[in-house]
């Protein structure tokens, strides 16, 4: 008997089956709980494994929550017959639009939400990996590795702020010194990079806040920090500018198949008919895989909870730590830490926990409880008093722990970027230039594809006063008086980026929209004082009835009886 089979029937009897076939293990039948049928999977994966496990186990009494998608339905998009279809406007999605905004092609990006990034890109710790804890075999560290190093030259072209801080893994025994040392070998030939072994006083000089019980420490030099959703925006901005049609609010319902290709695609704003299809739709992949015929793996949602610290807080951390041995054996995160953000907060968390939703945002007291009791150990200095908000995001790890990019396996016109858990910030640069390479060779045998003379890799951003010096400043305001008139104190935005906010290349007509792009709201009163003036602002630029302006997601408007009558 085959000894996962074995396994299986010793531990949920004669309720769970096993078939291999077409290079995949399936698993059906019956569990009492998710965590059964998660661990059932887990039991047959083999990491980086190519036979992936697709599990079909049912949880009794488990009712699966439906997907969220827009309500509304219309005809925007309806007829379009766009060379590549990309599904899922994430980092990946959007990093997977401009690299192909590069060629002379006709590029339609389509995300179910109202605005990109609002997944596990806008829900992560932002922290560019250098791939310490990655497997050398698999996929994931091959793209990380080329990712990070991406990353200085991505960010300057988007003008996004990226910092090379450098990361530690701190350790509580003196001992293990020496064999800090010898790892020193194994990290430049993984890719890691450059690493230096700090002693307890060298360290101190780094990061003086650390716990007095860390006795050493590994840096490595190749770690860094961005905004997630920063990013993704720039993406999707830099794409659009070049050419890509992106279409909000647009969910992927259903495909029809002709002889092993997509001949149509159905979305909530008509039905499209895409010579390539790109699936980038992050905890959704499977579903899309599902769509398109071609399902050779599952997805199981794991969400992680971060809490955000106030700015006084960035005090004690200058680059990102955590303490070693600080996560159970079994649990699959890249262990955070506490993170300085590059805005000016500090990131706590996350945790890991497996969920059957794969939109369950919900942030509870013992994710929080237990993730600063963890890094309280390597940062003494921790307060719950500093937090100012919470938020969860949902990883979506295929049960082999690796990314999926490549080709359809059974559909020709499908390519997959699944399976991108963390480190896929990280490596979305590298996945956007595998996907493109992959686009642009199946492209080519259906005809010519020139390169894009005009692509434009730069994004020009926002003005931010905050960070000009006084005379730049000065200048600014008496050019245009709106960039003086400060709406949000926290975050010492002003009128000028608001507006500005709300007339980019992707557009933006909600107070959250606006807060990922230029930050009122983010501080420690949370849009207490600014939320109703960026309202207003909306409402007076996109002429928007004030009641019809949203806080973000459908039916999310803020506010309520007669017109006018609140502000
Ligand atoms: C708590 C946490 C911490 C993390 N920390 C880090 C980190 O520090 N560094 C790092 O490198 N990585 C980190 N990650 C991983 C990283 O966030 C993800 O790998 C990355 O964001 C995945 O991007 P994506 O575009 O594939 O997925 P997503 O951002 O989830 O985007 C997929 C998009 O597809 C859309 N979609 C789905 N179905 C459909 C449909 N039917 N039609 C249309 N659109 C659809 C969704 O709405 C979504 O916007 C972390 C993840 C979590 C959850």
Redesign the pocket.
């Known amino acids: 008997m085959d000894p996962r089979q074995k396994e299986l029937l010793k531990r949920f009897g004669s309720n769970v089956t096993l078939e291999e076939k077409e290079g995949c293990v399936y698993l059906s039948g019956e569990v009492s709980s998710w965590e059964d049928a998660v661990s059932a999977g887990q039991l047959c994966a083999k990491s980086g494994s190519k036979t992936h496990v697709v599990n079909d186990i049912r949880v009794s009494g488990l009712e699966m929550k439906e997907t969220k998608i827009p309500r509304f339905t219309d005809d925007a998009i309806d007829g379009k017959r766009p060379d590549v279809l990309i599904?899922?406007?994430?980092?990946?999605?959007c990093a997977i639009a401009r690299e192909l905004s590069k060629w002379k092609l006709d590029v339609l990006l389509?995300?179910?939400?109202y605005d990109v990034?609002?997944?596990?890109?806008s829900?992560?710790?932002?922290?560019?990996?250098p791939g310490i804890d990655i497997h050398p075999g698999l996929v994931k560290k091959k793209l990380n590795n080329r990712g990070n190093r991406m990353y200085t030259r991505i960010c300057s072209e988007l003008n996004v702020p990226f910092d090379r801080c450098g990361q530690f893994l701190c350790f509580d025994r003196k001992n293990i010194l020496p064999i800090l040392y010898m790892t020193l070998p194994y990290w430049l030939l993984t890719g890691v990079g450059a690493t230096r072994v700090h002693t307890y006083d060298s360290l101190r000089k780094k990061e003086p806040d650390v716990s007095p019980e860390v006795k050493c420490a590994l840096e490595f030099k190749r770690a860094g920090i961005v905004c997630?959703y920063g990013l993704t925006i720039a993406y999707a901005e830099n794409a659009v500018q070049n050419g890509v049609k992106l279409s909000l609010d647009?969910?992927?319902l259903k495909m029809k198949l002709v002889d092993g290709r997509i001949k149509a695609v159905k979305t909530n704003r008509g039905t499209v008919f895409p010579k390539l299809v790109i699936n980038?739709?992050?905890?959704?992949a499977e579903?899309?895989a599902e769509m398109a015929g071609d399902r050779f793996f599952s997805i199981h949602p794991r969400k992680?909870t971060?809490s955000i610290l106030d700015r006084k807080a960035r005090r004690f951390v200058n680059t990102t730590y955590s303490l070693m041995g600080t996560q159970s054996k079994d649990e699959h995160t890249?262990g955070g830490g506490v993170v300085g953000t590059v805005d000016g907060n500090v990131l706590v968390g996350?945790d890991a926990i497996e969920t059957p939703d794969k939109e369950n945002f919900d942030t509870d007291a013992k994710s929080i409880k237990n993730t600063f009791l963890r890094h309280s150990q390597v940062a003494p200095w921790l307060k719950s008093g500093d937090i100012i908000t919470y938020f969860t995001?949902?990883?979506?790890p295929t049960y082999e722990e690796d990314f999926i990019v490549e080709p359809g396996r059974r559909t020709k016109n499908l390519l997959h970027?699944a399976g991108?858990?963390?480190?896929?910030?990280?490596?979305?640069p590298a996945i956007g230039e595998k996907i493109a390479k992959l686009a642009i060779k199946k492209l080519k045998k259906t005809g010519r594809v020139e390169k894009n003379a005009a692509f434009d890799p730069v994004r020009v951003p926002i003005l931010r006063p905050s960070e000009m010096s006084k005379a730049e400043r000065a200048a600014l305001i008496e050019r245009e008086p709106d960039y003086g008139e400060i709406v949000c104190r926290c975050e010492e935005v002003s009128r000028g980026e608001i507006i500005a906010a709300l007339h980019r290349p992707v557009p933006c007509a909600t107070v959250d929209g606006v807060k990922r792009r230029v930050r009122p709201g983010m501080g420690r009163c949370q849009g207490g004082f600014c939320g109703p003036l960026v309202l207003k602002l909306i409402s007076q630029n996109l002429d928007i009835p004030e009641e019809k302006v949203r806080k973000g997601t459908q039916d999310s408007e803020l506010l309520f009886g007669p017109k006018g009558a609140a502000l």
């Open positions: 599904i899922g406007a994430g980092v990946v999605g389509v995300e179910k939400e990034a609002l997944h596990a890109s829900r992560n710790d932002g922290m560019v990996h997630p647009t969910a992927v980038a739709a992050g905890v959704f579903d899309i992680g971060n890249k996350p995001g949902v990883r979506a970027a991108i858990q963390s480190p896929g910030l990280t490596a979305a």
